[in-house]
């Protein structure tokens, strides 16, 4: 690498002319062409042309989005790091951090679900153990087409084994999770991949790059072809080529990330790294534009270095890259010798690739020629940024109860709700996954959040992902806000404080205005539930362009959200734990029956306005909730939500064995009280002589309380219209996930 080289412009290593097929193929518009011309002064050599297509587009650069993101509150007392790093972290006392982020690799997993899915865990483990945390927790919100679609069964299969065969492997225990079923995902699933670690709260790890002349190490394992345009694919809609799209997906190595997870966790323990950044999206070249462009310094790279694990591969190639299980770091120079022993002893690549400069240019030379010479800063922190036209969302006018008739059998109707694709149990799904390693987890799937212990002092952590994307389609801003309201009620319902959230938000062509308004509208509601519960945004993730042949999904901005118990022993569960104890009705009774799951599934009929969601209700029911908890007055809680009243009574039921008999209901027509989907509500379960306890407390809050009923039998008992066994509703309940699975494609 020679100073003459460097004095002269880049060489194409490739004799491909720059023409405007491909710089549209690289997924850049005409205009933005333009802008990299008058950046450079010249045309871009193919390698150039490679690192602007992949920092530019929507997954590196959220182009589109920033704007409206930066309106999101990021800030509170306890967080210490919000959106811009590789993940978010919150302090929960005795210096200790939670690390957490939820990621998408949705294109990736429709064209290749195993691999797919494999590597969108790998990525967002990554993300948290870069910090310095070790991951302790990860969670998934899947959304799959419609169960008769012919892709349907390849995919749940192909996703979930790929979870589980990357997850299994590390050591990390999944939790939680959502899997629904619609139509408008036929062409375009999504997988959002979460994940938590926990850290020293005085010892994290960031990517800003610091001090000049100091060596650029890649570590981990060898790069391959594999994952070339991935970043770029993730930003551009399917048509009719997916299936040549497969080439840009990943392959994923869990065994060899468990390596580096350690190698990491003793270079922190050693002091050695001084900045670090994980090799995901764009590989190699977001790695180093990012720490450089975020530490104001220059980076050089050198690619005769970089392990790889292919012959003759090109710089374009290189810098291109999704290969996994990689990470880039600053090193301590007087901690070398260290680091280079510690990434031996796991059997690591250990690479010095290059060096920061103090020029703020992005230098990359292959073979002693300059190939690429680039404004660090335009490409990370100044890229493109767009105010999309957006139009104000069609909005569903509110359905009236007295328009939506009753059941012809109430037990039938139950029945088909609770076996439905989105309700039925997803057991089938979570006993692949191993939900108990590591020894931390105090409650397993099939609850309203998972529960982590933290050993060191009796606390918890909970978790919850939550997205009721029929909603958000419906009223896009009182849909982001019911994501955000959900979320906090899950974690409430265990007796956790909510602390925080991550946000995953997917959605279709933003350059469609009535897409923008959506994401827009969705934004806002989000942003608003956020500042009133006191729940900051600390990381998240922005999935555009998930449309096929312009059928855009239904727009599904996924919360993921942690909460903090004090002590795990308190935490409350859905199931029933003794006979006799009384049912309560915690928020009144529901009359809002637009969007329900009722409407759909049993009257067939998707429409209506979502139910409201009044914020100052949620926040306050929400602590009522957790002092019951707190105070030992109840360990048995369950958030309505979908289904209504009479699915989350079915599901206390199921989870316990034991059944229950409701004989307070409004007068009138029973369905309404039964299915409402109305927010801000808990069903309890307390033992009688704290009856008056509660009601007392609820009415000195003004929050509505009344008993409703009794845990008792082996029966459900609803008003006077359902009567049903409780092991007849588990067999409904687990049926329906197993025999779709098991049946002939």
């Not at 926990?198 to 594999?226: C, E, H, M, N």
């Not at 292919?310 to 301590?332: D, H, P």
């Not at 064995?657 to 109305?678: C, I, Q, R, W």
């Amino acid at each position: 690498m020679s100073e003459n080289a460097a004095s002269n412009a880049p060489v194409n290593e490739i004799d491909i002319e720059i023409t405007p097929e491909l710089v549209a193929e690289h997924g850049l518009k005409p205009e933005e062409y333009e802008k990299i011309l008058e950046l450079l002064g010249r045309e871009p050599t193919f390698t150039e042309l490679g690192i602007f297509s992949a920092m530019w587009n929507e997954h590196c650069s959220y182009k589109s989005s920033k704007k409206w993101l930066r309106t999101l509150p990021t800030e509170a007392p306890w967080v210490i790091q919000g959106p811009g790093e590789n993940a978010g972290a919150i302090d929960i006392g005795d210096n200790q951090a939670i690390v957490f982020k939820m990621e998408s690799h949705n294109h990736p997993s429709y064209i290749e679900p195993y691999q797919g899915a494999a590597t969108g865990v790998g990525g967002i483990l990554r993300d948290v153990f870069t910090m310095g945390a070790r991951p302790i927790a990860a969670a998934n919100s899947l959304r799959f087409g419609s169960p008769e679609h012919w892709k349907t069964r390849h995919l749940v299969s192909g996703v979930v084994a790929g979870i589980a065969g990357y997850g299994n492997c590390f050591g990390v225990p999944t939790v939680c999770g959502e899997v629904n079923f619609h139509a408008r995902y036929d062409g375009n699933i999504l997988v959002n991949a979460f994940a938590a670690g926990l850290a020293q709260a005085d010892r994290i790890f960031y990517s800003k790059a610091k001090g000049v002349g100091l060596p650029v190490v890649y570590i981990g394992a060898k790069t391959g072809r594999d994952g070339i345009h991935g970043a770029t694919m993730a930003s551009a809609e399917f048509g009719e080529d997916v299936e040549e799209k497969r080439p840009t997906v990943q392959v994923g190595d869990p065994f060899t990330e468990k390596c580096l997870l350690e190698a990491c966790m003793e270079l922190f323990e050693n002091d050695c790294v001084i900045a670090i950044q994980d090799m995901g999206a764009a590989g190699l070249t977001s790695s180093a534009v990012e720490m450089g462009a975020k530490g104001n310094l220059g980076i050089e790279l050198n690619l005769d270095a970089v392990p790889q694990r292919e012959e003759g591969m090109t710089a374009y190639e290189m810098m291109l890259s999704e290969s996994q299980e990689r990470m880039l770091l600053i090193l301590k120079p007087e901690k070398r010798k260290l680091a280079e022993q510690i990434l031996r002893k796991w059997e690591l690549d250990f690479s010095i690739v290059g060096k920061t400069t103090d020029n703020l240019r992005f230098k990359v030379f292959h073979k002693g020629r300059l190939v690429a010479d680039l404004p660090i800063k335009e490409l990370g922190d100044q890229a493109p940024e767009y105010d999309r036209p957006w139009v104000e969302p069609k909005v569903q006018p509110p359905l009236k109860p007295e328009d939506v008739p009753a059941p012809a059998d109430y037990n039938d109707a139950l029945l088909r709700m609770i076996s439905c694709p989105d309700l039925c149990s997803k057991r089938w799904v979570y006993e692949q996954y191993d939900y108990l390693v590591q020894a931390n987890t105090a409650q397993i799937p099939g609850g309203d959040a998972a529960v982590m212990r933290v050993h060191e002092n009796g606390k918890a952590i909970a978790i919850s992902c939550d997205v009721t994307p029929r909603y958000v389609e419906a009223d896009p801003f009182e849909g982001g806000k019911q994501a955000v309201a959900e979320c906090y009620r899950n974690l409430s319902a265990v007796g956790a404080e909510p602390k925080a959230i991550t946000d995953n938000l997917n959605f279709g062509n933003p350059e469609r205005p009535e897409i923008m308004g959506q994401f827009v509208r969705a934004v806002q509601g989000l942003g608003e539930a956020c500042r009133v519960l006191d729940f900051p945004v600390v990381s998240g993730n922005v999935s555009l362009y998930n449309e096929t042949n312009g059928r855009a999904i239904l727009p599904t901005p996924t919360v993921a959200g942690v909460g903090v118990l004090p002590d795990w022993r308190q935490m409350a569960t859905i199931a029933f734990k003794r006979e006799g104890d009384i049912l309560m009705l915690i928020g009144g009774h529901g009359t809002q029956l637009g969007q329900s799951i009722f409407l759909r599934e049993v009257l067939g009929r998707e429409e209506g306005a979502p139910p409201p969601v009044d914020l100052a209700r949620e926040k306050k029911h929400g602590a009522f909730i957790r002092r019951l908890i707190r105070d030992g007055v109840t360990d048995t809680v369950h958030d309505i939500s979908d289904g209504g009243l009479a699915v989350a009574v079915a599901e206390m039921a199921m989870a316990s064995g034991l059944g229950a008999s409701v004989d307070t209901l409004p007068p009138g027509s029973p369905h309404v009280a039964l299915f409402a989907e109305d927010q801000a509500r808990y069903v309890i379960a307390i033992a009688p002589e704290r009856l008056e306890q509660v009601m007392m407390a609820a009415a000195e809050k003004d929050i509505p309380a009344a008993p409703i009923g009794r845990v008792e039998g082996d029966r459900l008992k609803l008003g006077e219209v359902i009567d049903l066994s409780v092991a007849e509703l588990k067999e409904a309940h687990e049926r329906w996930l197993p025999e779709y699975m098991e049946a002939e494609l």
